[in-house]
């Protein structure tokens, strides 16, 4: 069964209400074995509200969500925001990227209450990468990448569709294309140093039809983590399209974790 999506205007008012630790949660259900905390960390030209279903499906499932709210402003601001939603949690966390939230994750996962890191489409650098760097060492299909006059990067909107999010609904890929976050120059060139993937255990999931980092480099950085690895038939928001792959990986590195007294 596909996974129910919310229509644009659910979708436009959860984008407007980000807060900067996210939305945060509890469920009432039974909290699992293993690390019970997630923060889940978006990406590039999106904001938090796109792991609505994925947030969903693990508070069902008894863990405690924090949904990131990254700026995407600075790769200082980013790291902050990030941090905030970790230490907020108060205890081991499993920390979760997406795309340029691989960036974001692979410093912050550094914080000593970070158990686990589950990557999803996304950067994990090694020393001295950058998201810039690893784009272009290979290939991307897609070309529609633009920079402003104010150190931004954006998604042309014409192009939004089939190279960022060609297999959700039209509803909510149109609106992510008019509502999506620009990225500065800095988050984008930053240089990685300290990769938390190193030292922590590590899973990522490829998205094997993605046009926005090519798939070849989501394998290279995946093996080179070490990384437990799926790849789903999937463009580059593969959190969105396929949210119950999304949360049993995620799931799967929390109970690998720590266990409950």
């Not at 905030?84 to 912050?108: F, N, R």
């Not at 909107?157 to 008019?178: G, L, T, W």
Request: hydrophobic letters at 45%; aromatic letters at 8%.
């Amino acid at each position: 069964m596909k996974p129910i999506y919310l229509g644009t205007t659910a979708v436009a008012a959860m984008f407007g209400a980000s807060l900067i630790l996210g939305s945060t949660s509890e469920s009432a259900t039974a909290a699992p074995a293993g690390i019970k905390n997630v923060v889940l960390v978006h990406g590039a030209f999106a904001d938090g509200s796109g792991w609505e279903a994925v947030a969903r499906i693990l508070e069902k499932d008894g863990y405690k969500v924090s949904v990131a709210q990254p700026p995407e402003t600075s790769y200082a601001d980013d790291q902050k925001y990030t941090k905030a939603a970790i230490d907020a949690m108060g205890g081991p966390v499993v920390l979760v990227g997406h795309s340029y939230g691989g960036s974001i994750i692979t410093e912050a996962g550094n914080d000593p209450n970070v158990a686990a890191l589950v990557y999803i489409a996304a950067f994990a650098l090694d020393d001295g990468e950058s998201c810039a760097s690893i784009e272009q060492a290979v290939p991307q299909a897609s070309r529609a990448f633009k920079p402003d006059g104010d150190g931004n990067w954006w998604i042309d909107q014409r192009h939004f569709v089939a190279d960022f999010a060609a297999d959700i609904p039209p509803a909510v890929s149109h609106f992510m294309a008019i509502a999506q976050v620009p990225i500065s120059t800095d988050a984008f060139t930053h240089k990685v140093t300290n990769p938390a993937w190193k030292t922590k255990p590590t899973w990522y999931m490829v998205a094997g039809e993605d046009r926005s980092i090519n798939p070849i480099q989501e394998r290279m950085m995946a093996k080179r983590a070490k990384a437990t690895t799926v790849e789903v038939k999937a463009s580059h928001v593969a959190y969105m399209s396929h949210p119950r792959e999304t949360a049993r990986l995620i799931e799967e590195a929390a109970m690998s974790g720590h266990t409950n007294p």
